[in-house]
């Protein structure tokens, strides 16, 4: 059974930093493109970024330049590291996971963005 589990979230300032973390179970992040969503309240999920098998990274505009998505191969991890936090970086984030038609979620984790 496959399972990714986010943790990390919580209540950060504007401008501040936090890591959030999506560990694997029953699939191997090395071969998954790994990405990011983001859910804000009453708007839709949106893509925050992926970093792909081989490594390469891309990044919506919106956090281009302040978010860094990473893995961790021995840890069957990935990370988003969220910098220069903003207001409206507040949501729901998701973690997902992308193999051909081998497609999981994890069950998010909530980010508030405020002073």
């Known amino acids: 059974q496959v399972q990714l589990v986010e943790s990390g979230g919580g209540l950060v300032q504007p401008g501040g930093s936090l890591r959030l973390s999506c560990a694997a179970s029953?699939?191997?992040?090395?071969?998954?493109?790994m990405a990011w969503y983001r859910q804000a309240p009453g708007k839709q999920r949106e893509w925050v970024g992926t970093v792909s098998t081989t490594g390469n990274t891309n990044y919506a505009d919106s956090v281009e330049g302040r978010f860094t998505i990473s893995r961790d191969n021995r840890k069957n991890t990935a990370y988003l590291q969220m910098n220069a936090a903003k207001p409206e970086d507040t949501a729901v984030y998701y973690c997902?996971?992308?193999?051909?038609?081998?497609?999981?979620w994890g069950q998010g984790t909530q980010v508030t963005v405020s002073s």
């Open positions: 997902h996971a992308a193999l051909g038609r081998s497609l999981h």
């Open positions: 029953g699939i191997l992040v090395s071969v998954y493109n």
